[in-house]
């Protein structure tokens, strides 16, 4: 059941934004100039994901004043840091990885082994034929252990395997190559390679739709079997790629919940907030998406779910140990692509022009107990 009707607050939201920008300035100057992580200093780091680019930008100062901890958004994924066998791309890592020392900002690593942006020479032979399950393995190892050690003492946390539950409902794991070819075993084997690799490295499980009762029993499943048979895993982590429309603060609730009696450590790892109700999957471009603007409406709907996450996040906080947003500013976000090609997107607490929309200062009206 949604606690609010999507299109029936047009008036209230306009006389809401329409102060927003008026009260913001008139907010005080001690809140101003504190950035998000201090107002959670008391809670958890808080992060988001960044590319090169975008720290040799004007976005660079807007990530030093509000967060401590950064992930890379693409430059560790598989594909862009080992593009062949006998070649590792380390540049824009490094690049990254420079940035957060030079500033001293917590660094999590992101990610290790996933379906998506893997190389295909990792799944076949020189004459590209499908490799063993131990020939899979052993480059998986390789892999692991080349990122993983060089990053060692500098990345605190590692996303080790992402996505590796299904959603179809009768289905447990992803039918991927890595399951195809070496079963379940590769999850365990990739936790067990990162750990060997740095022993102080805290490992999550990484995945989206964590907010689904179906998805979130798989994921549970998961991680318990892990511990069962004394994987090091740590940490799950919760993507959070949200909508103006779910998650409800009770289906928020629950979910933080039933992962909390894990007694694995909670990272929300990916947080954006869509001004568009959710689509789970990508289609072709309607003429109801021509209306792209960030309306007073669109705006009220999203304030209102990230006042309801971070009241959430502040509750759990004893087992919440990071939260991080998936890019840095409504001038650019994965979600401009997905699930519409070039439908813009205004997921994020900044706007194009890097100013605190009013979800920021909802997020931060809080006392500390």
């Known amino acids: 059941m949604r606690s609010f009707n999507l299109f029936g607050l047009a008036a209230m939201a306009g006389l809401a934004i329409a102060c927003s920008w008026q009260c913001s300035s008139t907010r ?27 720290l040799k930008t004007d976005e660079a100062a807007l990530v030093l004043r509000e967060f401590n901890s950064l992930t890379a958004e693409n430059a560790m994924k598989m594909a862009p840091i080992h593009p062949a066998m006998d070649r590792y791309n380390w540049r824009d890592a490094d690049s990254i990885a420079a940035f957060a020392q030079r500033h001293q900002l917590k660094l999590r690593g992101h990610t290790l082994c996933w379906h998506q942006q893997t190389p295909d020479w990792l799944f076949v032979d020189s004459s590209k034929q499908q490799v063993s ?16 050690s060089r990053y060692k003492g500098t990345i605190y946390a590692w996303d080790v395997v992402n996505e590796a539950i299904s959603d179809k409902p009768g289905e447990y794991l992803r039918n991927s190559p890595w399951f195809r070819i070496c079963g379940e075993e590769y999850i365990e084997a990739a936790f067990r390679y990162a750990h060997e690799a740095d022993p102080d490295a805290l490992l999550f499980y ?29 940490g799950i982590g919760l993507q959070a790629h949200w909508a103006v429309n779910e998650p409800s603060y009770g289906q928020l609730d629950s979910t ?6 894990t007694g694995l450590k909670l990272q929300i790892t990916e947080l954006d907030i869509s001004v568009y109700a959710k689509e789970h999957d990508a289609r072709a471009r309607q003429a109801s998406d021509t209306d792209t603007s960030f309306s007073a409406q669109k705006a009220q709907l999203q304030q209102q779910r990230y006042r309801e996450a971070f009241q959430l996040f502040r509750k759990y906080k004893r087992h919440i140990t990071g939260v991080t947003f998936w890019n840095i500013s409504d001038r650019y976000s994965w979600l401009d692509n997905f699930p519409v090609r070039n439908r813009k997107d205004h997921p994020l607490l900044f706007n194009a022009n890097l100013q605190r929309k009013q979800a920021w200062w909802d997020v931060v009206d809080f006392k500390t107990p």
């Open 28 to 54: 005080s100057q001690a809140a101003s100039d504190k950035g998000l992580k201090d107002h959670y200093r008391d809670y958890f780091p808080v992060g988001v994901a960044v590319s090169p680019r975008a």
């Open 133 to 148: 399950r131990e020939e899979l393995l052993k480059r998986l190892k390789e892999h692991i252990t080349a990122v993983v």
């Open 206 to 234: 990484n995945d989206y739709n964590e907010i689904s009762p179906l998805k979130r029993a798989k994921i549970i499943r998961l991680v318990n079997s892990l511990k069962s048979k004394g994987v090091p895993i740590h």
């Open 256 to 261: 933080l919940r039933e992962f909390s009696l």
